[in-house]
C-alpha cells in the first residue's frame, strides 16, 4: 500500500506493507538519523515528531503516518546545532546513538515548557535512555540551553 | 614534571560530537550497502540439544532467499570468538556453527534473503530437530553434572588454564602468597562471608551490526560495531582459513560497547555469506538477540576471609571465587584472574593473600568482557568485607581503609605474580592519591562516622556508605598500540590509529595528546581510526587501555614526527638538525648555534605552513612525505583509583533503595579532557548503580531468558538518581601520556559496595547477594524483627 506523508516538510509517497513499523519505513527511505535501539518503545532513540508532539516511531505503524506530518532531527536542524553546541562545550556527548532522538524531545520539552526546572526536564526526558553518560552533563547542558533560549 | 599544557587538561568538543547529534550517516547499519543481503540467525530454543535434522526445503522455496547455511556447510575450526590479543586466553570452544546448541539463542542456521521481511519468514519456515539434552543451568552443579557442555573433541587451549571440558570446566586459577590460614587464625577480628553477583548486560542503545562486501580487489571488507578491527581480522582469517591479506576490517562510529563489542559475533555470519554467495551482506541483531545472543557479565560466587589485629592493621585476605562462563569460555580465565589482581593490591600491606577458584561452563548465555572485568565482583566482596570488619573492630569504615590502603612508592607481590592469563610484571605505584580521594569525598559527603544514619519521615531511612576502587591501565607487555602522524599541504597533520572510539571520545582526546607533543592546536589534527587496511596497528578499545597506551604511542610518533621535520627543514637549508628548533608553528634556527646565517637563503625561519608547501610542490627531486610512526607497549600498568561515597534513601515499607547523591573522587592522573573523563566516570557509575539495584539476567527454569528486553532488563533513566558528583585528585603518573591513566572502568567499580555498605548502615541487615531489589531488602528488613 501507499502512504502520503510530509517529512521536514516536504512531501513523500512511500510504498509500505500494512504492518511495517515508521521506524523502517523511515530508515529504509534514507532517514537514518532515526534510530533503533529496541523494538519494544523502551528506550527512545527512535523518537520523531509527528505532527510535532514526540513520538516512539518503533512503535507505531507507518500507515498511522498517511497524510501526517513527520519531523525528524534534520527538520530541526538549526536549533539541533544549537543544542548541539550547549551539549559539547558540557562534554555530555558520548556514543550518540541516542543523540538525535533525545535532541527532538528536547525540543518538544521547550516548546511545551520554556522554563522547566530540574524535576520537570528528568521527568519529560525519562523515556529517553542513554547507556553511557550518567544523564549529568546532558542535564548541565539542557539546562544551559534552556537559559539561553528565553 | 610539567603541567604548563595547552592541548591536553583542556575541554574539547568531542569532534563527532556535532555530527552525530544531527544525525548524519554514522553507525554500522546507516552505512550498509542499500543492495546487501539481509542475513539472519535461526537460533536455538533449546538450552542444550543436539540437532538431529534442519530442513530447509522450504524456505528455500519462497522467492528471494539467497541460501540458508548450516553446520554441514562450513568449516569446523574452534575459534573462541573473545577478540583478546594471540595467543589468546580463551579456550577455543566455538565453531562458526555447530551439531550442538549450548544455550537458548545459540546460532543453529544462517539465511540470506533480499530484504527483512523475506529472511524473517524464511527463519519461520525453516524446521529443526532437536535432540533435547538435560541442560546444566547452576554452576554449583557444573562439576558433578552428568550434562556435558562442552563432548566436542576438538576443543583446545592455547597454553594450560586447567582447562577441563569434561568436568565442564573452562579454566581454574591458584596464586597463594604466605600462609592465610595461619596469618587468619592469629587474627583478632575475622570476617568470613559469601557474596554473590549476577549476569549483567552491557545495553548498549546500538544494537551489534555488520556488513561485508567484496570490493574492486576481490577482497572481503567487513564493516561491523567492533572494538577491535584487528583481533577481528585475526580470527576471521583463522575460522575461514583465508590470509588476512585477503581481509579489511573496520568500524565507523559505534553505538557503545562497554565490552559486549570486544567479541567477534555477526562479523562470522556476514562473511559466512558473502563468501559463499559473493554479494554483499548485513546482519543487525534485534534487542532481543543482543540481550539473549550477545555476552553477559560473569556471574560469581565469591568466599572472602579477612583479619585484622586489634589496630585494624589488615593480616590476611583470602578470596575463593567460582565463575560462571555460559555456553562458551570467550574470557572465562582473564575476567577471573582480574578479580584477584585489580582488587587484592589495594590492601598490600598483608602478610598472607590467597585467590583461586574455578570458572565452569553452563548452558546460559555466554559471559564475556564487560567493563570492571572481574575487578567489579573483586571489589564488592573485598569492600563489603572490609566495612563488616570495620563494624567488628568498632572502626569507622573509612579509618580501616585509610590505615591499610596503598600508596605511593609502594608495590604489592601480586602485581608480579598475576598477570592476564599469565603472570604478571613487577611495578612500583608511582602515583597514588588515594589519600586525597578519601579525604575530598568525606568532605563532600559530610562523611561523620557516628552519624551514618539518619530517620526521615514515612518510614523512610537514610544512610551513607563508602568504597575504594583500583582498575588497570592496559595489560602490560601485551597491550599494544600505535600511530602515524603525516604532515599536509596547509601544515597540519594527519592522525591515523588503530585505536577504537567506541563513543568514549578517544579520538578526540588522542587528538590532543597528538597536539601537546607537536605543539601545535588539536584543530590541526585530522584523525583517521580503526582500519586494518588504512591504519597501524592497536589492540582495539578494551582493558582501560585506550588513553595509556595509545596515548603513549601517540607521543612516540609525535617525538619521530618532530625529528622528521627538523632532519628535512636542515636538508632543505643545509645546516644540521640538531640546530634547527620547532615550536609548533615554524622551524627555526636556534639561538648561538653553529648554523646561524648559514641557510642558503640567509633566513632563519620556515614557518610550517610554507614548509609543507615546499615539501609537497616546490621541492624538485627533493619532494617528499613527511610521515612517522611510534608504537607502545607498556612494562606496566598503572592503576587509577577512585573513593566512592554515596548516601541513599531506604523505604522501610517497600523495601525500595534510592541512591541520592554518589560522590567519586578519581585519580586517573591527568585528565587528558576533564570534561570527556567526567562524563566517563558518571557513565560507569551508574552502570554500578544499576548493577547494584536492580540489573539482572534472568532465566526461566528451562533456562530461557525472561529478561530479553528494556522493559523486562531496566537500564536506569535519568528519574532513577539523585545526583552524581564527580572531581578528579591532582596527579601525574610518570608513565602515562602527560601523566594520564585509564578512566574507562574504574567508575562503575564502587557502587556495588558502597550502597551494599549504606544499606547496612541504614537497615542493619548485610545483603550478600547482588541485586538489592525491594523484595529482597524488604524480607532482610522483615527477617530483622
Redesign the interface.
Known sequence: MTIELKINGRPRRLEIEPGDMLVDVLRNAGYVEVKKGCDTGSCGVCTVLMNEAPILSCSTLAVKADGQEIITVKGIEKEATEFADFLTAEGADQCGFCAPGFALTVHSLIKENPSPNEEEIRHYLAGNLCRCSGYEGQLRAITKFVEAKK | MSTQFTQVKH?R??I???G????????T??LAPKDALVVKLVRSTHAFAKIKKIDASKALELPGVECVLTHHDVPRVPITRAGQGHPEPSPKDKFLLDEYVRYPGDEVAVVAAVD??TARQAVELIKVEYEVLTPLLDMEAAETSDTVVHPEPEAYTMFPMGFEPKKNIAATYDMNIGDVDKVLSECDYTVERRYTTQAQA??????HAAYCYYDLHSRVNIVSSTQNPFHTRRILGEVFEMPLRNIRVSKP????G?GGKQQIHLELYAMLVTTKTGKSSKVVM???EVFESSFARHKMRLDIRLGSDKEGNLKAIDLQVLSDTGAYGEHALTVFTNCGSKSLPLYNKVEAVRFGGKIVYTNRTPAGAYRGYGAIQGNYALESAMSELAHKLGMDPAVLREKNMIAENETSDIFRIMGEGGEGVEMMIESCKLQYCLDRGRKMIDWNPKKLRSEVKDGKVRAKGMALAMQGSGIPLIDMGSATLELQDDGFFKLLIGATD????SDTILAQIAAEELGVSSDDIVVYSSDTDRTPFDVGAYASSTTYVTGNAIIRAAQNMKKVLREAVAEKFGVDAEDIEFNGRELRIKDGSKSIGKMKDGTQSITLKEFSYDTLYHEGANMKTLAATGSFSGHVSPPPYMAGFCEIEVDLETGKVEVLDYVAVTDCGTPI????A??Q???????GIGMTLHEDVVLSSSGKMLSN???QYK?P???D?G??R?EFAESYDPTGPFGAKSVGEIGIDTPLAAISNALYNATGVRLTSLPLTPAKVLAAIESQK
Not at chain 2, 21 to 26: D, K, N, Q, T, Y
Not at chain 2, 673 to 676: I, K
Not at chain 2, 681 to 687: A, C, D, M, R, T
Request: glycine share 14%; charged share 30%; net charge positive.
Open positions: 575541554e568538543a568531542k563527532d560530537g556535532k552525530l547529534i544531527l544525525g548524519r550517516p554514522a553507525y547499519d546507516d527483512e521481511a552491557h545495553a548498549a542503545l546500538e544494537p562510529r559505534i553505538g557503545g562497554f534485534s534487542r532481543k567506541i563513543g568514549t571520545g579532557n576533564p570534561n570527556l567526567r562524563i566516570v558518571e557513565g560507569g557509575l551508574l552502570q528486553n528494556f522493559m537500564i533513566s535519568r528519574e538518581v545526583k552524581l564527580v
